[in-house]
């Protein structure tokens, strides 16, 4: 099997990143032509590298997972663990937008059991704990906290301040939090 072309590659990049963007501010799933229209590429191309809903819906899930579990490492090796965490937390936030512009589908998905939702549960919580490791060794962050304390409260804040609705009140809440990360 051979490597798609370039303009294959961008063209699928460019639907993932589009998709991606729509779902994070929609109220309401954008529609399989809006998301080709605004990536500036026909119907039929969407269609080829994404064959349905789902196929696109679990291809965007997955990137952000791998965003999230990937971006802890990448945040540890630029900045110190406290700051690494709250940048993090950003990326948590943009993640939750995200699942919410295709939460039918997703939660439809989950369900039938095309997307293992305990696996990526697992993975985030890992991301969680490499941060949290890292924080609690420099001295950034407190020892006594879990990665599930850390998903609880930002699932909590994020249901409270959804994003992009509510992006001060989401980061006064993350400042908040952040706060009581730090040892004492």
């Known amino acids: 099997m051979r490597s798609p072309r370039a303009d294959a590659t961008r063209n699928r990049d460019q639907l993932l990143a589009v998709a991606t963007r729509m779902f994070a501010s929609a109220d309401a799933e954008p529609s399989m032509r809006a998301i080709a229209r605004e990536a500036g590429v026909g119907i039929a191309t969407l269609y080829r590298h994404f064959p349905t809903r789902e196929s696109l819906v679990d291809a965007v899930y997955r990137d952000q997972v791998v965003r999230l579990t990937t971006g802890a490492r990448e945040l540890l090796g630029q900045l110190p663990p406290g700051a690494a965490m709250r940048r993090w937390m950003d990326m948590f936030g943009d993640w939750i937008a995200t699942k919410n512009g295709m939460l039918d589908t997703l939660l439809a998905m989950i369900e039938s059991g095309e997307i293992a939702h305990a696996q990526t549960r697992t993975e985030l919580l890992a991301a969680i704990t490499t941060i949290l ?24 804040i994020f249901t409270v301040a959804p994003r992009p609705e509510r992006e001060a009140k989401a980061s006064r809440l993350l400042n908040l939090l952040m706060d009581g990360l730090r040892p004492a």
Do not use: K, M, P, Q
């Open 133 to 156: 490791d890292a924080g609690s060794a420099a001295g950034d962050l407190r020892s006594d906290v879990t990665a599930e304390d850390i998903a609880a409260s930002l699932i909590g």
